[in-house]
């Protein structure tokens, strides 16, 4: 055993332990606990809900509706079963209803925040035209390719665990990935030579 | 190799996603392929664009009026209750297995009711002991023969039996109109018959055979053929 497998023993275990307990307390009905639980888990919900989303007001809107079914169905949640997965799989289906209901809306404000950052297209960095690329090619996916590349491009699940948040199958979700990343590149081609205004249809 | 087998494995090929085997393939192949190693480069360079995308760094503020709003809905809505998890824990499997037993039950119920069973037969064929009891019983206090029942009709030569009798005074279109009625038609024909002037040397005709009210022994047996039962009718043994 490495040094470092060593320490991240010492260390994860306490926590996950600590998270085990908070959650045992959250589902019988203890709210303070359950904010410990929030407190640990809601950066990386966060995280996935505004790349799922590709806006911080949806993105906090669907973190709060995470929070809401978990605290819903934490009393199904079984506890031998990884908890951060199953913490997925619920933040998933929120950005996928989210996105349903917000459809039109979502597709308003993206052209609008296409177009100003079209009259600011001289002053923005390079790394925010990469960072608006990819939220673009990202809301170019369907909900499916985007689910499953999130989380094994940007979440760094495996296949399988991917597979198994989306309830789906290693060998739907490794096709998924596959278009997925192909559109992606396709998607980054054009706006390097179009500039940002390219869009992939 | 076909160049473009790689082009469609290349994705997959860049997280590992691929058999030791078709890894070994596409790493050969790219070696030798300068269009392919430019492919791949264009991939990985995608990616790597992609990977950077992190979201913002959000205020702890954020985070905490978030959690606030949680916890006030989740203060003001009633907590999980433990019957939900009841009917979660009732799953699709289940239901499915209760809905055959349910069927199950249904036909069996079906096949077996009291109605469609031969209770009046045994598996053989034959008449129980106790029915048989009845049967023999009734038959030795059988009741009189309608023939026995003589009718006098001025014209007809004596001793005609009811049967006869019935038919020589029963009108073919009273007989039609009541259908299935007749029956208990006829003995209202019948008195009116009688009691009309032109047949005042008629004899009275017995009433026993008449009579609604008197008990009848109604024994029924159902062949094993389901269209046939037969039914016989008689006076009650007293």
């Known amino acids: 055993m490495t040094l470092a497998e060593t320490i991240n023993l010492n260390v994860s275990t306490p926590i996950r332990d600590e998270l085990a307990d908070f959650l045992r307390q959250a589902a019988a009905g203890d709210t303070e606990a359950f904010d410990k639980v929030m407190i640990q888990t809601q950066k990386r919900v966060m995280a996935m809900t505004w790349r799922m989303l590709g806006n911080e007001a949806d993105a906090r809107d669907a973190t709060q509706e995470v929070f809401l079914r978990v605290y819903k169905y934490l009393g199904r949640y079984d506890h031998k079963q990884d908890f951060h997965g199953w913490l997925y799989g619920i933040t998933v289906n929120a950005c996928r209803d989210l996105a349903k209901k917000r459809t039109s809306h979502t597709t308003i404000e993206s052209a609008d925040q296409i177009h ?86 | ?173 009273d007989t039609k109109r009541w259908g299935g009625h007749v029956a208990k038609r006829r003995p209202q024909l019948i008195k009116d018959k009688l009691s009309s002037p032109a047949n005042d040397d008629v004899a009275i005709l017995p009433s026993n055979h008449m009579n609604e009210t008197q008990p009848v022994l109604r024994v029924e047996m159902q062949t094993k053929d389901p269209n046939i039962r037969i039914i016989w009718f008689s006076k009650h043994p007293k």
């Open chain 1, 116 to 201: 100003d950052k079209q009259a600011t297209a001289e002053q923005t960095s390079i790394e925010a035209q990469q960072r608006e690329m990819v939220r673009q090619a990202l809301a170019s996916l369907p909900e499916k390719e985007r689910a499953a590349v999130v989380l094994r491009d940007l979440e760094g699940f495996s296949t399988e665990e991917a597979a198994r948040i989306l309830r789906s199958s290693p060998t739907t979700v490794r096709s998924q990935i596959c278009t997925a990343r192909r559109k992606i590149k396709i998607y980054c081609e054009r706006f390097m030579k179009n500039g940002r205004t390219g869009g992939m249809r």
């Open chain 2, 1 to 173: 190799m076909n160049c473009q087998w790689i082009e469609q494995i290349l994705p997959l090929h860049l997280s590992d996603d691929v058999d030791a085997s078709e890894t070994a393939r596409v790493v050969s192949h790219l070696g030798t392929c300068a269009d392919c190693a430019r492919l791949e480069n264009e991939y990985r360079q995608a990616m790597a664009i992609f990977r950077g995308y992190e979201p913002p760094v959000m205020d702890d503020a954020v985070y905490a009026n978030l959690r606030l709003r949680v916890l006030s809905e989740i203060t003001v809505a009633p907590k999980p209750s433990v019957f939900s998890n009841l009917v979660y824990l009732f799953r699709l499997q289940y239901r499915w297995a209760l809905a055959l037993v349910l069927l199950f039950a249904i036909t069996i119920f079906v096949v077996n009711r009291p109605g469609r069973t031969n209770n009046e037969l045994t598996n053989d064929g034959s008449i129980p002991v106790d029915l048989a009891a009845t049967v023999r019983a009734s038959d030795q206090q059988a009741p009189e023969s309608p023939a026995n029942h003589l009718v006098k009709i001025p014209g007809q030569p004596a001793g005609l039996s009811e049967k006869r009798y019935r038919r020589a005074t029963a009108k073919a279109p």
